[in-house]
Nanobody, 119 residues
Framework: QVQLVESGGGSVQAGGSLTLSCAASGNTAAISAIGWYRRIPGSKRELVAD???????RYADSVKGRFTISRDNAKNTVDLQMNSLKPEDTGVYYC?????????????WGQGTQVTVSS
């Protein structure tokens, strides 16, 4: 069992920055992948950035060069530093984690945090 709690969302003007944080608890040792997704109004949920299985870091093309994902394994937190924010970044951002334990796969989601970027 893994619990994910996001924080750091808010409203900023275009060009501004926000840092989102995801705090994982529970059986964090079983987490194989963790990262951030978002749902922009009018579009499907999409990957923003994550630490994929095997430790690879992935970024959506739309955020490369602007967003940076970081992880603190000791604290079980994953941050998303978002710079040069654009209005099209507006949406709900979700922390996601996959875990494998006892031969079982589980997919966990946080409650989401709103990011609003005004022009």
């Amino acid at each position: 069992q893994v619990q994910l709690v996001e924080s750091g969302g808010g409203s900023v003007q275009a060009g501004g920055s926000l840092t989102l944080s995801c705090a994982a608890s529970g059986n964090t040792a079983a987490i194989s992948a963790i990262g951030w997704y978002r749902r922009i109004p009018g579009s499907k949920r999409e990957l923003v950035a994550d630490f994929a299985a095997g430790g690879k870091i992935r970024y959506a093309d739309s955020v490369k060069g602007r967003f940076t994902i970081s992880r603190d394994n000791a604290k079980n937190t994953v941050d998303l530093q978002m710079n040069s924010l654009k209005p099209e970044d507006t949406g709900v951002y979700y922390c996601n984690a996959d875990s494998y334990y006892g031969g079982k796969f589980n997919d966990y989601w946080g409650q989401g945090t709103q990011v609003t970027v005004s022009s």
